[in-house]
C-alpha cells in the first residue's frame, strides 16, 4: 500500500484530496492528513509515497517542512508543493530539482497537470 501524506491548514482541501485520491486509486492508498504542520512532523518518514504540502500554512510553511521532510529522508520527488501563488512565482521559490512539483490551487490547467504528475507516481513503486 502507498502511503500518502496531505499537509494543508485548510481541512477541507484535505477532506477533498484524501476522498479524490482513495476514490482514484483504490486499495493502493494509505491517505493521512494533517492541518496542523507542527502534528504532520511525527508522521514524516522515508517511505512517504507522495507528501503534498500547502505552502502557506501558521507556525510553519511548505518550506520548512519540506527542508524537514527531505533531512528524514523523504525522497524530494515525492513531495508536491500547493499554493494560491502564482505558478512563476512558486517556480521562483522552487527551483528545479527542490521537490517534484509547485502547482496553483485555483488554475484549472495546474489542476489538470497535477493529475498527470499523480498517475504518472501512483504506477511507480
Request: contains cysteine; aromatic residues 6%; hydrophobic residues 45%.
Amino acid at each position: 500500500m502507498k502511503s500518502i501524506v496531505i499537509v494543508d491548514d485548510h481541512s477541507a482541501f484535505c477532506s477533498h484530496w484524501k476522498e479524490f485520491l482513495e476514490s482514484r486509486y483504490p486499495g493502493l492508498t494509505a491517505v493521512e492528513t494533517y492541518t496542523d504542520p507542527l502534528r504532520a512532523l511525527g508522521a514524516l518518514r522515508a517511505d512517504i509515497h507522495l507528501l503534498m504540502l500547502d505552502l502557506e500554512m501558521p507556525l510553519m510553511d511548505g518550506r520548512k517542512l519540506l527542508e524537514h521532510a527531505a533531512a528524514l529522508g523523504v525522497d524530494r520527488r515525492r513531495v508536491v508543493i500547493a499554493s494560491g501563488r502564482d505558478a512563476d512565482d512558486l517556480h521562483r521559490l522552487f527551483p528545479h530539482g527542490r521537490c517534484l512539483a509547485v502547482i496553483n490551487k485555483q488554475e484549472p490547467a495546474q489542476q489538470a497537470a497535477f493529475l498527470m504528475i499523480l498517475d504518472s507516481i501512483m504506477r511507480k513503486p
